[in-house]
């Protein structure tokens, strides 16, 4: 059985287990991830945790995308990054809350048994921080659209600025590994989901609380 204090499994999975990348197939199953998330919010003493994105630079990360990452993207590009930075941080400061985040919430990190999460895999990122953070995962693998009823409507907003920047957190991480491929990869999309007008969510959704 999952544990809500942990976020991790409680025993070892049995391997009959599928993970939820294999289960699901474009829309969430709304009450368990719902559920998972509510757990997320009752975990206690989170604040020892590291604070958000401490896996691609922490408190150091706008500063290294404004200052190394941004130059690298073609002009009409430069200023929508840094407004993007601008916008989390914004955000964030309007969070009225502080809970256990996972980081990387998605299909890839979820076990399933029958219709019950029974596990949650990898916390490498996990953190102190907006619970918009993981929204803005689930956004990108289901889209704003489909995630709108497991979460409430400022959260899904401040969401949708944090997928905006997933790209850029990926470069960033990657520019501090030295992994230019890998960097100049995530730079590569980022400019793909402007151009698209898909930055926020893949269905086009935008943020009213968007000013950039």
């Not at 049995?14 to 991830?33: H, I, K, Q, V, Y």
């Not at 996972?102 to 996990?126: K, R, T």
């Not at 619970?131 to 489909?146: R, T, W």
């Not at 907003?157 to 991480?173: D, N, V, W, Y």
């Amino acid at each position: 059985m999952w544990s809500a204090e942990t976020a991790v499994p409680a025993c070892s999975p049995p391997s009959s287990l599928a993970s939820t990348a294999a289960t699901f197939r474009g829309t969430p199953r709304a009450g368990p991830l719902r559920d998972v998330l509510t757990a997320f919010a009752r975990a206690k003493d989170v604040r020892r945790l590291p604070s958000p994105r401490a896996w691609c630079g922490g408190a150091h990360w706008p500063n290294l995308v404004r200052h190394t990452l941004a130059p690298r993207l073609p002009r009409e590009c430069r200023a929508v990054a840094e407004a993007v930075v601008d916008a989390v941080l914004q955000a964030e400061a309007s969070a009225d809350t502080v809970h256990l985040v996972h980081g990387d919430f998605g299909p890839h990190n979820v076990l399933w048994h029958a219709d019950q999460v029974v596990g949650v895999l990898d916390l490498d990122h996990a953190c102190a921080g907006d619970p918009a953070i993981d929204a803005a995962s689930l956004i990108s693998f289901f889209g704003a659209a489909q995630v709108a009823p497991i979460v409430d409507r400022a959260i899904l907003e401040r969401a949708m600025i944090h997928r905006a920047s997933l790209t850029i957190q990926l470069a960033a991480a990657a520019e501090l590994l030295a992994d230019t491929g890998l960097r100049d990869h995530a730079l590569t999309n980022f400019v793909t989901r402007h151009q698209a007008g898909t930055l926020h969510d893949p269905g086009g959704w935008q943020p009213h609380l968007d000013r950039m």
